[in-house]
């Protein structure tokens, strides 16, 4: 295990929450942009460590026998000693569909019975039956809702989270979700990174008329920008859903507005999306199932994050192979989300995700944990500020009932964390919580 040393300043700093004591903090040190290759396996781990901020700001870390030259504390810090355990950033997911009305069980047993997602979409069920669900349901019951959802990532100790819209697919029910969105990362402690999702599917009024639909979503575009409801814009480029030309139409008309661009790509069919999205520089290519070597290339040399989703695919039942150890081995950054949706992954918990992809897809435990943290940042738009534990990020932390950080991949369906800090105040304690 490499040891990193820790970061001082000449003088000593002031500090309002202190977190010491860890067997192994996990600082995620590295360089700028997101980690590849060899960096991705660096965790920047200090033994017997704290982590120390102010005003929700890191200004600290090291080892504990340097703490008292470096820091001083306010009368009324906090402090938390974390008695050998795991102490690693919070947890980004880069990719959730969080806000939505009903649920689709139904379709998972028809699944299970051999049914296909596209049969069940032609037969009026996946996104469009959500979409219906969605429409109906009220601003309030929805931000109950997805406070809710909210709360159990916490508890997983997701900390900051893409959220999509995208189950309105027209113009008011898509400023709805937007709006819970918004609401929702103003009283929520989780951060919330809003994408507006209107490319998700063609809805029924619109399923003889393609281009006016596109045209559609384009002109939903500049109210949302003008109302700053999103910061990216993402298309669904798949079979069955938006192809090449409609979605490299919707992506530069968004570019050229000012929007972030993510893509839904080559998850169910090659088409291609993953070479747009590095062309037209998207922040993240999401899915990649059937991605070519073409595509792999394109993203080995970009800035693009390729965001993969385990979860998803182990749903479904199709499970992907070693695609994970292609891609970084091949150099992708490369990072994992939940997929959170009503339809194809009703699971909210990131360590599950590090199990799959480190079981199913070839991760090691090194390269899981810089893909829920520093990459999935990048992935989110927001790296070199969450995602690491170094002076200048968030104080975001997870502490982990567990004294070594591949514990937390190896204990499959446990949830091993035991407390979470966001901006420096503790927000999820599991003893508390569970009264």
């Not at 028809?110 to 069920?125: F, H, N, P, Q, T």
């Not at 809805?203 to 939903?220: C, F, G, N, T």
């Not at 990048?378 to 995602?387: E, N």
């Not at 534990?389 to 104080?395: E, I, N, S, T, V």
């Amino acid at each position: 295990m490499r040891e990193y040393t820790g970061v001082f300043g000449a003088e000593p700093v002031l500090a309002d929450c202190l977190v010491t004591g860890a067997g192994q903090l996990l600082t995620m040190k590295g360089g700028p942009g997101p980690k590849r290759g060899h960096q991705a396996r660096e965790l920047g781990i200090l033994e017997d460590a704290f982590v120390a901020s102010r005003g929700g700001s890191v200004v600290a870390v090291g080892p504990v026998r340097e703490l008292w030259k470096h820091v001083k504390l306010t009368d009324d810090a906090t402090v938390i000693d974390a008695r050998g355990k795991v102490v690693s950033p919070g947890l980004v997911d880069p990719h959730t569909h969080l806000v939505f009305a009903g649920w689709r069980f139904d379709e998972y047993a028809e699944r299970c019975r051999g049914a296909s997602y596209l049969e069940i979409a032609e037969k009026g069920g996946g996104i469009l039956r959500t979409v219906k669900d969605t429409r109906a349901a009220s601003f309030e019951e929805l931000v109950v809702r997805t406070m809710g959802f909210l709360d159990e990532m916490l508890s997983f100790g997701t900390t900051t989270c893409e959220a999509k819209s995208g189950y309105g697919l027209e113009l008011s029910a898509e400023l709805k979700q937007l709006r819970v969105i918004r609401h929702c990362d103003m009283n929520h402690p989780v951060d919330l990174v809003p994408t507006f999702l209107g490319a998700h599917a063609v809805p029924v009024e619109y399923r003889h008329d393609r281009a006016s639909y596109v045209d559609r979503v384009i002109e939903m575009l500049a109210p949302i920008r003008e109302m700053r409801l999103a910061t990216f814009v993402d298309v669904f480029c798949d079979e069955g859903s938006f192809n090449i030309r409609e979605s490299e139409i919707i992506l530069t008309c968004a570019r050229d507005l000012g929007f972030g661009l993510k893509i839904h790509a080559d998850e169910l069919a090659y088409t291609g999306a993953t070479e747009l999205g590095c062309r037209l520089g998207a922040t993240s290519c999401d899915h990649l199932l059937k991605i070519s070597d073409e595509g792999i290339r394109k993203l080995s040399g970009s800035n693009t994050v390729a965001v993969l989703l385990p979860a998803t695919s182990c749903f479904l039942g199709k499970v992907p192979g070693l695609l994970g150890r292609k891609l970084l081995d091949s150099g992708v950054a490369v990072a994992l989300g939940t997929d959170f949706n009503p339809g194809t992954c009703t699971a909210m918990s990131l360590p599950l995700c590090m199990t799959l992809a480190c079981s199913l897809l070839g991760f090691s435990p090194e390269e899981a944990f810089s893909a829920v943290t520093w990459n999935a940042a990048y992935a989110a738009g927001l790296g070199g500020k969450v995602g690491g534990l170094l002076p200048g990020f968030q104080m975001d932390v997870v502490i982990f009932d567990s004294g070594d950080y591949r514990e937390i991949p190896y204990r499959f369906g446990t949830n091993l964390v035991d407390m979470v800090i966001k901006r420096g105040k503790v927000v999820y304690h599991r003893r508390k919580n569970a009264r």
